[in-house]
Structure formats: C-alpha cells, structure tokens
C-alpha cells in the first residue's frame, strides 16, 4: 500500500511540475514572442515584427498556396503600396486551441482575427482565420520557425472558444 501511495504521489508532483515548466515556457514565448508580434503588427513596425521570426522562417499561406522564405516574405513593401494603406489602423487578436512546449521548442495553434479601420472615414475589415505555428529557441530567445494560416471558414464565434494569451 505504501508504494502504490508513494508511485501515486511521485506521479502527482512530476504532472504539477511539468505543467508548472509548461507554464513558464508559455509565459516566456508571451514576453519575447506573442507580445512583441502584436504590438508591432499593430503599430507597423516592420523591423519589430521581422525581430520575432528567426532567420530560417518558413511562411505558408495555405488559401493560396505558398511557401516562403524570410527574403520572400520580408522583401520590401513598395511605397506607393504603403501609400494605399497608410489610412488604416490594423489590429491582431490571438486565440489560443494548443500550446505545447519543450525547452527549445514549441508548438501553438489558434485563431486570428485583424481588425482594419480606415482612420478617415472610419470604415472596419475584420478578418478571422487559423494558424499553425512552430517555435525554435535561438540564442536564448524564442523566435516563429514556421507560421501557417490559413482562413478555414473562421468566425467571431469559432475564434471566441480559443483561449486569450494571459
């Protein structure tokens, strides 16, 4: 009886420890990850939201099928199609379904949903969809090895059942 209580408690202690790991890598990926790609998607800031990805990312968009490397998918944005957007105030919100995380390595998925508002006339765009994305630890901070998205009939009502970041 004594080692069925002792297996059953060694296995309690080892499940609170690695979710309490779990904790602390999530929270890790929120400070120098999520929380950074948000702010900078927001207010664009090309070179803070390049600064989340790694160097080696890949990027898939799934509804039109393409893959792309950091240069593809960071080449510079033509000014006269800045010009075009540079009314509209953009917004990200993230949703969380699965987070998995080693030390090194992490696994997220969830939803999306971007809010555009024209600042002039006050016109929104909203925008919902899914993403994949694997994690890498680089230098000591975590960086978007992979981010996959795609629109997957995503609504306001499928986005709300993920989980906000905190």
């Known amino acids: 009886m004594k080692r069925v209580l002792l297996a059953l408690f060694t296995i309690t202690i080892a499940g609170f420890s690695s979710l309490s790991q779990t904790g602390k890598l999530q929270q890790e990926i929120n400070e120098q990850v999520w929380k950074p790609f948000i702010k900078s998607f927001n207010n664009g800031d090309d070179e803070g939201f390049k600064g989340v990805h790694s ?21 510079k944005i033509p000014d006269s199609v800045k010009a075009t957007w540079g009314n509209w105030k953009k917004n990200i919100e993230l949703r969380f379904i699965q987070r998995i995380a080693g030390n090194d390595k992490a696994f997220e998925v969830g939803y999306y949903k971007t809010t555009s508002t024209n600042t002039i006339t006050g016109e929104k765009r909203t925008g919902y969809g899914k ?36």
């Open 55 to 75: 160097q080696d990312v890949v990027r898939v968009i799934q509804d039109s099928k393409q893959i792309m490397g950091y240069d593809q998918y960071f080449k």
């Open 131 to 166: 993403f994949h994305v694997l994690l890498r630890k680089e230098k000591g901070a975590w960086k978007i090895l992979m981010d996959a998205d795609a629109s997957e009939k995503t609504d306001e009502a499928i986005f709300r059942t993920g989980e906000s970041m905190e």
